[in-house]
Nanobody
């Protein structure tokens, strides 16, 4: 069983930045595809990035150029650096772990992932 725990959320002003971390423990996670998702009130869960263990990453258009995902497979930690935050980025953010060779065409879909963190709130407001 794999456990994922997010940290680093909070309140930030528009234009500010935050970095989220996702610590994995339990079953081997070094080869897993790591996805980052967010869910705003009343909206569906949205995939925003996915990364293979090789470092190859895909981003949703809504965050491309502002968000950057990275991972340290040796330490089982994934990070999501978020810059130029906007009120529309307000949501609960989740990290998830899925199959190592998850097709990039599917890696932003929540149903592609087996394990999820508990989620962490990010609020962008003045």
């Amino acid at each position: 069983q794999l456990q994922l725990v997010e940290s680093g959320g909070g309140l930030v002003q528009p234009g500010g930045s935050l970095t989220l971390s996702c610590a994995a423990s339990g079953s081997t996670s070094g080869g897993a595809t790591i996805g980052w998702f967010r869910q705003a009130p009343g909206k569906e869960r949205e995939g925003i990035s996915c990364s293979r263990s090789s470092g190859t990453t895909r981003y949703a258009d809504s965050v491309k150029g502002r968000f950057s995902a990275s991972r340290d497979s040796a330490r089982n930690i994934a990070s999501l650096q978020m810059l130029s935050l906007e009120p529309e980025d307000t949501a609960v953010y989740y990290c998830a772990a899925g199959p190592a060779f998850l097709a990039f065409g599917r890696c932003l879909l929540p149903g592609s992932y087996n394990y999820w963190g508990q989620g962490i709130q990010v609020t962008v407001s003045s």
